[in-house]
């Protein structure tokens, strides 16, 4: 555990565990996270390395896909086998027969398996300062293979917290193919708070406005807000429209009396993220959330134990004042980016704890990041109950009841992951989101729209990514089997399968092969890299001496 004083700890999860004073006044735009991380010691990992000569190939002047099964994304049942025809970093053509081999053609035999779009996982972060508290950052490359490794091929980082000049350039480098990573669409971290004015907040119009335009000179495509004076945020949203950046917001429980979904809808954002705000949208009987009066927000455990109870204190599924909420957020084309997932812990915490995947994909440091400490965000399970869980549990049916209405009603409704905090491992993660969004009430080809189309629509990318048609990038993923049948197939771990004919046991699925961009991946020999670059992170810091906490961490 690196050796850090407790003031140190303190205003680092100030900020990164991103509650909303979140600004240092030396810091430039979107850069707060790194400067706050600098001021702490906590080293950020160092950019990607270049990609190898054996990482992914192509693009090639003509790639076929021949045989496959095709979920397209756009809603279509399965169809197939047909033969999808690349030309570079483009899909040309889908056919029903296989086309006439010409020379200098690649060809991929798609004979069972499924093509489907590359996944794009609309809320991200790269990686976390404060997992600096826990050990060694996760490296960029670990994340990036990951996400390869599951099929994505687009991500929104919101917030950018590892600094966004590093995000910036980590988005260019892919964007180059210099280095083995997604698409990468960057957001700043607005710094705004509610009317505290502590030095570095942003609480004007004009201020906000000037930031706004500051990051986007920088490179940011949005920007990711938690709170703030009415003033400021309105000047965000309005800032962002005309500067044609996207917005996304986790509606702070410091601020959301004053700024609720249906508030910041009716001013432009265009997503919400997870779930805060909106439930106190719909309140009825009360303006504010019952909070116990030794209640603690600062304290984790408070924090997400009464949060499970926050869903059945709102209207009642199918009142009038929840259809009419669902209704005007569907006129004002807002999405909801429910990230489900990375909330499952709060409903059965061992399940989350123990999944097959840590053992051998988990960089250390994050496992250790994990685990209960008051000192870390999302490590808040230091006594978590029966009783919160059930509470979770019955929180997470009021909560998927409304986003299945919102999907019904014509809502857009995008997968997201927020890995790397709460047992949540990149990749991993957001094939898991998948599952509950199934339990949800969605079929599973709405499923994969949430996780393909509607995330292109978000971020602006539909004209490009998000589906597999002609005319589109080409971003593919192939499995064997049919996934559509079984998310389970999607985890890089694969899903334990019993052949009753033959009695053998054993795995099968897992993405075989990444496209991304034209460019072909091995989809098992990323996962295997990461593998080795976990061993190889766990022999150091088994060679490494521990040096003890101070006395007052």
Known sequence: MRQVSMLNVFYAVLFLSLLPIAALAESDPGEEGATLAANLGIPLPPIAPERGGGEGQGPFDRLVIDRVMLVDGLGSPPRGPVSIVIEQDTIVAITSRPPAPIDNEIRLDGRGKTALPGFVDAHVHIGNPLQGLAGPI???????????????????????????????????????GAIVAPRIIPYAMFPGASGTGIGG?????????????AVKRKGAKGVKLRGGTREALSAVYDETQRQGMGTASHHDQNGVYDMNVLDSARLGLDSMEHWYGLPEAMFTDRTIQHYPADYNYSDEQWRFGEAGNLWL?????????????????????????????????????????????????????????????????????????????????????????????????????????????????????????????????????????????????????????????PGKSADILLVDGNPVANFKRL?????????????????????????????????????????????????????TPVTGATADH
């Open 201 to 213: 907040v942003v609480t004007a119009d004009q201020p906000a406005r000037e930031w706004v335009r």
């Open 491 to 543: 985890y890089g771990t694969g899903h334990m399968y019993l052949d009753r004919e033959t009695g053998e046991l054993g795995r099968v699925g897992g993405v075989d092969t990444t496209i991304s961009r034209g460019v072909v991946y091995d989809a098992k020999a990323l996962l295997a890299d990461v593998g080795q670059m976990v061993a190889d992170a766990r022999g150091q810091e088994e060679a």
């Open 313 to 469: 204190q709102s209207a009642d599924p199918g009142s009038t004042t929840w259809n009419d909420t669902i209704a005007e957020l569907v006129a004002l084309d807002f999405t909801l980016v429910p990230t489900f997932t990375i909330y499952e812990a709060n409903r059965d915490v061992m399940r989350a704890r123990t999944a097959e995947w840590h053992e051998q994909y988990t960089w250390p440091a994050l496992a250790t990041f994990f685990q209960p400490d008051p000192h870390l965000h999302g490590s808040y399970h230091f006594d978590w109950t029966t009783t919160h869980e059930v509470a979770w549990r019955h929180n997470f049916t009021r909560w998927m009841r409304f986003v299945n209405d919102f999907k019904n009603a014509g809502g857009r409704v995008a997968a997201g992951s927020d890995a790397g905090f709460i047992y949540k491992v990149y990749g991993f993660a957001f094939i898991r989101e998948l599952e509950p969004l199934q339990e949800a009430g969605f079929h599973p080809l709405e499923v994969i729209q949430a996780a393909t189309r509607n995330g292109a629509e978000l971020l602006g990318l539909a004209d490009t990514v998000g589906s597999i048609a």
């Open 138 to 176: 996760t490296p960029p490359e670990y994340v990036f293979k990951l996400w390869l490794a599951h099929g994505i091929t687009t991500v929104r980082d919101v917030g950018s917290v590892m600094g966004l000049d590093w995000t910036v350039k980590h988005a260019e480098l892919s964007d180059a």
